[in-house]
């Protein structure tokens, strides 16, 4: 019955509470009303009395193996760093346990390829933190730009100059997609300059974000890729895809806080869908579809200021939260009405998953390919070539 559905709660063990954990999946967990917030696992006793006493964790353990062990556990969110990523699913595998597993997947080829078989032989429910699948804009855009790819309809102002003696082109309808990334190297945490935890920077830890949007928005086979690199902050990186699909995606990490992060540009069959920052959708050329859509901002401190919403009115808020932190001596400030990244939804949509009411969220195998195209983009840069996904 509909009223049943979520009686059962899911019990969660979250093994790793950093600050990713403790910013993400912990509140999100303790927040829903499907799940339980069972066990934290951490070796640092700080962070095991912040999940107890502000979280309301109902246990805290140092050993991942007794928190995957409990009877009263029924899933696992893994959000230590790639260091410890192998042995915790192996453990989850053997105690038949579903896994949401924060990305990149691992921090070497090896250890992802055993990831995969150790998740495929035990047949467990997987997901991979690329949250931004999950993110309202995001799956709102991805329907938009599928269903236009796939049941194109004729656009009646689309300009056609040679009509019927138009040339046929093999790759005429054929997508692409434009991603530009946008960060700020100064907020960045010390592990990730130490080679030691971080041994490919950016193009690996956060490249796999955006390589899986580009794998999703395009359903098609990466097949190489071409890559340079400006030191570890600036990377420009092309796919081909085996269909003739194209991807680019510009990482640059000189950049500010203070305009949007992310824009990501689709177009194929005479249509566009973009979304600027996961706060605002706009298409062209795609019958039926609005113009502009706008999604809700998180944590709005301003909600007097850019009342528009979308970009224009993120912008404004944007623009008052700096002037607030300069006043106030506190960068921290400037964070206020942030887009819905997909964090929470991810972690629910896993849950359905789990379930069996929903479909896989972002299995094991979309997370190695987007890996895979993540680390022939490093090698590419390396060696200065194009590199053949066969090869990684």
Avoid at 302 to 318: M, S
Wanted: neutral net charge.
């Amino acid at each position: 019955m509909e009223g049943d559905r979520h009686v059962k709660r899911i019990r969660w063990a979250v093994v790793g509470c950093g600050m990713l954990a403790q910013k993400q999946h912990i509140p999100n967990v303790a927040k829903s009303e499907r799940m339980t917030l069972q066990v934290c696992c951490d070796l640092s006793d700080e962070a095991l009395r912040l999940c107890r006493d502000e979280f309301g964790a109902r246990e805290v353990v140092t050993d991942y193996r007794k928190a995957v062990a409990r009877p009263d556990v029924d899933a696992i969110c893994l959000a230590t760093t790639e260091k410890l990523r192998l042995p915790v699913i192996e453990a989850a595998a053997e105690a038949g346990k579903p896994v949401y597993c924060e990305k990149p997947l691992a921090r070497t080829l090896e250890e992802m390829y055993r990831i995969r078989d150790v998740v495929q032989r035990a047949g467990i429910p997987f997901c991979v933190g690329h949250n931004r699948r999950s993110a309202p804009a995001m799956l709102e855009a991805h329907a938009l730009f599928r269903a236009h790819m796939e049941n194109p309809k004729p656009c009646p102002w689309r300009f056609d100059r040679e009509g019927a003696a138009r040339p046929r082109l093999a790759e005429d309808g054929r997508a692409a997609i434009s991603v530009r990334i946008n960060d700020d190297w100064h907020s960045w945490k010390a592990w990730v300059f130490d080679k030691q935890q971080a041994p490919h920077g950016p193009m690996l830890f956060e490249m796999t974000h955006f390589t899986d949007i580009c794998n999703w928005f395009l359903a098609a086979e990466p097949v190489e890729v071409t890559a340079i690199e400006q030191g570890m902050l600036n990377h420009g990186v092309l796919v081909r895809y085996g269909t003739g699909e194209l991807a680019s995606l510009l990482m640059c990490g000189n950049g500010t806080f203070g305009y949007p992060k992310e824009l990501y540009e689709a177009f194929g069959n005479g249509g566009a869908v973009v979304v600027d920052h996961m706060l605002e959708i706009r298409t062209a050329g795609l019958e039926g579809a609005p113009a502009v859509k706008t999604f809700p901002m998180l944590h709005d401190r301003h909600p007097a200021i850019g009342t528009e919403g979308g970009l224009a009115g993120w912008l404004k808020k944007k623009q008052a939260a700096c002037r607030e932190a300069a006043a106030a001596s506190d960068p921290s400030r400037i964070f206020t009405a942030e887009p819905d990244k997909g964090h929470a939804h991810a972690l629910e949509r896993f849950a359905d998953q789990i379930e069996g009411r929903g479909p896989v969220v972002c299995g094991v195998e979309d997370a190695v390919t987007a890996t895979r195209v993540a680390f022939a983009a490093i090698r590419s840069a390396a060696e200065r070539r194009t590199i053949p996904l066969s090869e990684v």
